[in-house]
């Protein structure tokens, strides 16, 4: 009964995880950055593997500018934040480019961050994914300051008839899966 149970929280952690990318999904153009509408996830699937005391999830997303008003031409870039358990450890990240998967390098944020931006002024396919503190006010608990641990998934281009798809892979303790 308790491994049903584990899974079921399990499940619950995962299908949140999606809704919660999903919310914080953005399609902007480079040209016009401060304009940025809602993307969609066509499709999410889950890989869980136990790996020793940890388990293994990863998440492919399919996502595509269906429901913007984006025409042919338009230089896109994905935006995606979300937020994952918090002794999750991100391992890889992999970009398919037509029918070529591509494993992302790892790197410093400021490194990666510079490499990105040189990418994109060149018109071809980077992605990065870094993890940032979101901090927001709290009106609950006496107005205080709180942080959350984010997560922040960006991909160019992107095109409107075209979708992307993308898996990044994280650990977490099989034993953290009970609590969240």
């Known amino acids: 009964m308790k491994n049903i149970f584990t899974i079921m929280l399990f499940i619950n952690s ?8 999903n919310d914080y999904l953005l399609i902007g ?3 016009n950055s401060w304009a940025t509408y809602p993307g969609s996830i066509d499709t999410v699937v ?3 593997k136990p790996k020793g005391l940890f388990t293994e999830i990863g998440i492919y997303y399919d996502i595509s500018t269906r429901g913007t008003n984006f025409v042919n031409g338009d230089s896109l ?7 994952l358990p918090e ?6 990240l992999w970009l398919w480019i037509e029918d070529t998967i591509i494993k992302a390098d790892i790197y410093d944020k400021w490194t990666a961050s510079q490499i990105y931006e040189n990418i994109v002024a060149r018109r071809v396919d980077p992605a990065i994914l870094y993890k940032y503190n979101y901090e927001y006010w709290d009106y609950d608990y006496y107005y205080s300051m709180d942080v959350i641990e984010m997560y922040m998934l960006r991909i160019f281009p992107l095109m409107t008839n075209l979708p992307r798809k993308v898996k990044f892979t994280y650990l977490i303790p099989t034993e953290d899966l009970n609590t969240q």
């Not at 995962?14 to 990318?21: E, F, H, R």
């Not at 870039?77 to 937020?83: D, G, L, N, T, V």
């Open 14 to 21: 995962i299908i949140s995880v999606a809704q919660y990318g």
């Open 77 to 83: 870039e994905i935006q995606m934040s979300f937020k």
């Open 29 to 31: 153009n480079v040209q």
């Open 46 to 48: 889950f890989e869980v």
């Open 87 to 92: 002794k999750a450890d991100v391992t890889d």
